[in-house]
Structures are given as structure tokens and as C-alpha cells.
T-cell receptor, first 111, second 116 residues
């Protein structure tokens, strides 16, 4: 069974601080996605990474896929209250269309 | 962009009732859709993969007779929670695989099911 562990589970920080969320697995994934979810809504895709070592930037968010494609990280610079939400990573295996979601990281940014 | 519509968004019903949730891809064809379940403050758990024109593939531990999935067209999959009980109360989310778009799957906004 493929498992994706995210850390930390919960994070409460002040506006302007930096943070990193980690997504780790013992399995290799052909691609990995990061989502943000607001309460009562479906998850919204932030990025998809497919190449080992790949780094993608989305404004203040930086995503990295591990060289072995088993792990990923999300770094947020100068966090803002609007970044508050549940962050989820999701891994997709080769030859399958389904994605397995990570355990989630709940972020709260205080003004 | 591609949109997935999920209906109803919220349903409250008595224990023993069967509840049907619809998942529609509005502007693309989806041969594969996925159903997830999410408990409060937890992540999404994949329940089953819905394949158009064939039987759904259920994840380990998910009761096939409890959660009936039908994918009769390229734009519609339904999940029926049969004889629902309070422990079935949860947030159910569907996603549809988009083979033509830049994004591998598009999510609906979820259905909050509350069984009294």
C-alpha cells in the first residue's frame, strides 16, 4: 500500500514568516501534485511535478520533487493570512490514473 | 476551464435512507472518475475508481454493496450510499480524469452527507 506522510500535521505561524511542508513516501511516484483545500470545498490544484529534482515556483510558493521521486516539499515565503488552508500532496503511480493523497498539513497564518 | 459539478452539495437524511450523489463533467468527457471520502480535519481517502461502461474498482476496505457506483455515460458518475447510517456521515468528493486537458483530474466541490 502506498502511503504519503506529510509533516507537520498542523502549523500556526505569524504573517510574514516562512514555512516548509514535507511529503514523504517509501514508494516511487510518476508524478506528484500539491493541492490547497478550503473548508467545505474540493481541493484546488497548485502544481504538478513529474521529474526527479524538479523545482517549480508559483509566486511565493516553491515546490520540489525529490531526486528519487519519493518525496516532495512545499516552501512558502512570507506567508499571508490568505495562505491559510489544508495543504495536500497526492502521488500518482505509473500505469495508473489514480492518485493517493497525503495525510495533510493544516496551515493557519495569523495576521 | 474544465468543470466538475457535484450534486447535491449538502444532504441531511434519516438513518436507513439511501442517498445518491451525482458527479458530472461539464465540458469534457471523463472515462474515469474517482470517489473520495473525507472525515473532518482529515485527508481524502480514495474509495473507488469509476470506469465508464464497466464495473467500478473499489479500494481495500470499501464495501461494494454499501457504496454503489454507476458510470453510465462519459459525463456522469453516481455514488449511492445504501441504507445510510450515522457513521456514513462524511464529506464525499468526486474527481474526473481529463485526458485532453493540462490537469490530470478536476475535482467537484463535494457533498456533505449528514445521517441523523
Amino acid at each position: 500500500t502506498q502511503l504519503l506522510e506529510q509533516s507537520p500535521q498542523f502549523l500556526s505561524i505569524q504573517e510574514g514568516e516562512n514555512l516548509t511542508v514535507y511529503c514523504n513516501s517509501s514508494s516511487v511516484f510518476s508524478s506528484l501534485q500539491w493541492y490547497r483545500q478550503e473548508p467545505g470545498e474540493g481541493p484546488v490544484l497548485l502544481v504538478t511535478v513529474v521529474t526527479g529534482g524538479e523545482v517549480k515556483k508559483l509566486k511565493r510558493l516553491t515546490f520540489q520533487f525529490g531526486d528519487a521521486r519519493k518525496d516532495s516539499s512545499l516552501h512558502i515565503t512570507a506567508a499571508q493570512p490568505g495562505d491559510t488552508g489544508l495543504y495536500l500532496c497526492a502521488g500518482g503511480g505509473s500505469g495508473t490514473y489514480k492518485y493517493i493523497f497525503g495525510t495533510g498539513t493544516r496551515l493557519k497564518v495569523l495576521a | 476551464g474544465a468543470v466538475v459539478s457535484q450534486h447535491p452539495s449538502w444532504v441531511i437524511c434519516k438513518s436507513g435512507t439511501s442517498v445518491k450523489i451525482e458527479c458530472r463533467s461539464l465540458d469534457f468527457q471523463a472515462t474515469t472518475m474517482f470517489w473520495y471520502r473525507q472525515f473532518p480535519k482529515q485527508s481524502l481517502m480514495l474509495m473507488a475508481t469509476s470506469n465508464e461502461g464497466s464495473k467500478a474498482t473499489y479500494e481495500q476496505g470499501v464495501e461494494k454493496d454499501k457504496f454503489l457506483i454507476n458510470h453510465a455515460s462519459l459525463t456522469l458518475s453516481t455514488l449511492t450510499v445504501t441504507s445510510a447510517h450515522p457513521e456514513d456521515s462524511s464529506f464525499y468528493i468526486c474527481s474526473a480524469r481529463d485526458t485532453q486537458g493540462h490537469q490530470p483530474q478536476h475535482f467537484g466541490d463535494g457533498t456533505r452527507l449528514s445521517i441523523l
